[in-house]
């Protein structure tokens, strides 16, 4: 079965930019979405295929995939953006998630 | 908007089944897709399966054999049966509406846009 890998952990200083990196066989031949979620509460879509931004969230979060790599930055970090990162793909008709990423911000 | 809420009871016994239920509001379920996610205590996002607006179905091979996604468009609603669930199958559950460009047995991108607020299902004695 396909997996989508991520780093467990990512830290980060405030102001510096944040790479949050989910591996995967071909990843670059599919589309890649990313969530964010806070304690205690839903995920939140913050980049759709590959690098869309939905409406409401800030510019400071880009999205790309290639190879077997895809990637979301958030420029500029900010502490309110220190919690999980879940990438998310489709592989045959099933929905994949990766582990997550916890971002911390220090 | 549209909101989604979750709802079912809270503790369901080893080897019961578990149901629950995903009311939309604020617009219809036709012409989307909806899913089930789960995410045990401390871990990351299990996807359960979706149920698309014709009412196919595809489940997590993982859990297929013990899944049912099922809707009533009439009550604008859609429903999850997790039959002789375990300790393992606690829980928060989610639902969520998809979007895809899902067209006859392939789609390019598939991602869920809009969450409800979640539920927690707790299996014990």
């Known amino acids: 079965s396909y997996e989508l890998i991520q780093p467990p952990s990512v830290s980060v200083s405030p102001g510096q930019t944040a790479t949050i990196s989910c591996s995967g066989d071909?990843?670059?031949?599919?589309?890649v979405c990313w969530y964010q979620q806070k304690p205690g509460q839903s995920p939140v879509l913050v980049i759709y295929?590959?690098?869309k931004r939905p409406s409401g969230i800030p510019e400071r979060f880009s999205g790309s995939n290639s190879g077997n790599t895809a990637t979301l930055t958030i420029s500029g970090t900010q502490a309110m953006d220190e919690t999980d990162y879940y990438c998310?793909?489709?592989?045959?008709?099933?929905?994949?998630f990766g582990g997550g990423t916890k971002l911390t911000v220090l | 908007q549209v909101q989604l809420q979750e709802s079912g009871p809270g503790l369901v016994k080893p080897s019961e089944t578990l149901f629950l239920t995903c009311t939309v509001s604020?617009?219809?379920?036709?012409?989307?897709?909806w899913s089930w996610i789960r995410q045990s205590p401390g871990k990351g996002l299990e996807w359960i399966g979706y149920?698309?607006?014709?009412?196919?179905?595809n489940y997590n091979p993982s859990l297929k054999s013990r899944v049912t996604i099922s809707q009533d468009t009439s009550k604008n609603q859609f429903s999850l049966k997790l039959n002789s669930v375990t300790a393992a199958d606690t829980a928060v559950y989610y639902c969520?509406?998809?979007?895809?460009?899902?067209?006859?047995?392939?789609?390019?991108?598939?991602?869920?846009?809009?969450w409800g607020k979640g539920t927690t299902v707790t299996v014990s004695s």
């Open positions: 969520a509406r998809d979007r895809t460009d899902y067209g006859g047995d392939s789609a390019n991108y598939y991602y869920m846009d809009l």
């Open positions: 604020g617009g219809s379920i036709s012409n989307y897709y």
């Open positions: 149920i698309s607006y014709s009412g196919s179905t």
């Open positions: 071909k990843l670059g031949d599919k589309y």
């Open positions: 295929e590959d690098n």
């Open positions: 998310q793909a489709w592989d045959s008709s099933t929905v994949i």
